[in-house]
Each structure stands twice: as C-alpha cells, then as structure tokens.
C-alpha cells in the first residue's frame, strides 16, 4: 500500500493575501521614507510627519483649486479637534511652510496659505516618490503594470462590498 501525498498545495484562492499586502505596502512605505529622509537631511532639513504632509497635500490641492482654506476647513477635512489643528499649524508655520493671514473684513479669520518654501519642498516630495516609483516597476513591461493595478483595484472594491 502506498502513502497518499496528503502535503498537496493549497489552491491559491486559500493562500492568505494579508502578510503579502503588508509586506509590500511596509517595504514602499520604508523606500519613500528612506528616500525623502536621504533628500531632505541632505539640506539639514526633517521631513514632514505622516498628519504635516497630509495636511500639507490638502492646503496645495486647495491652493490648485483656488479655494481659501481656514482652520475650520482642516479640522472639518480630517475630522481633528481644534486644538489638535492649532498644534499641526503651529508647527508648519515654525517650519515656514505655511502663513497665516487676516481677512480683511474679519481679522478674527485668518486663512491658511502656503509659502514658497512648502511648493518647492512638494516638488522635491514629489521629484522623490516618483523616482521610489520608477525603481518600484523597473523590470515590469507596461502590461504587467496595467495587470496589477487592475488586480489591486479589483480587490480594494472587494473589500467595499
């Protein structure tokens, strides 16, 4: 009598997907930091904390959009506390990244505009991810991008339904 293989492979619609999505999300996650740490100590520079840079993509794509942003606009975007959104704005604008300025016809409101500093500090972000991104496919044909971005697409709205 013969031994039956009971280690046969599991179908692959078994395997767990969760410690592969984890591991890829941490390993870009870790290039981007690296890479943004890398570019702006080079210049004595700390980059932004995960709260700054969101914000600060916030106040820019508001900025694009021609749209004024006051406190309240932030503290109602990431549904934050004002003292919490007091604290985040305080420190951007120690760092220089944004001003306040008074409305005219209420010096109690002041809006939220960014500095020179903060759109050249976006395009290095910027310039930096995309470089962590080439790296990322390099090796890849244009098919198989479309084929993962498509397979992870599909997954995320697997997990909407």
């Known amino acids: 009598?013969?031994?039956?293989?009971?280690?046969?492979?599991?179908?692959?619609?078994?395997?767990?997907?969760?410690?592969?999505?984890?591991?890829?999300?941490?390993?870009?996650?870790?290039?981007?930091?690296?890479?943004?740490?890398?570019?702006?100590?080079?210049?004595?520079?700390?980059?932004?904390?995960?709260?700054?840079?969101?914000?600060?993509?916030?106040?820019?794509?508001?900025?694009?959009?021609?749209?004024?942003?006051?406190?309240?606009?932030?503290?109602?975007?990431?549904?934050?506390?004002?003292?919490?959104a007091t604290g985040i704005l305080k420190l951007l604008e120690q760092r220089g990244s944004i001003r306040r300025v008074s409305e005219k016809k209420d010096a109690r409101l002041k809006r939220i505009e960014l500095t020179e500093k903060a759109r050249l500090a976006k395009k290095r972000v910027d310039s930096t991810i995309e470089g962590v991104e080439k790296r990322l496919v390099r090796g890849l044909t244009d098919e198989e991008i479309k084929t993962y971005i498509e397979l992870t697409e599909k997954m995320r709205r697997n997990l909407e339904e």
């Not at 046969?8 to 984890?22: E, F, I, S, T």
């Not at 591991?23 to 932004?48: C, P, Q």
């Open 1 to 84: 009598m013969t031994k039956k293989d009971t280690s046969a492979k599991a179908p692959v619609k078994d395997l767990h997907m969760g410690p592969y999505v984890r591991h890829l999300s941490k390993s870009i996650r870790l290039a981007v930091d690296e890479a943004l740490d890398k570019e702006f100590s080079s210049s004595g520079e700390t980059r932004l904390t995960s709260v700054q840079a969101h914000v600060m993509g916030y106040l820019n794509m508001q900025h694009e959009l021609g749209n004024v942003v006051y406190q309240k606009d932030i503290e109602q975007e990431f549904h934050i506390q004002r003292s919490t």
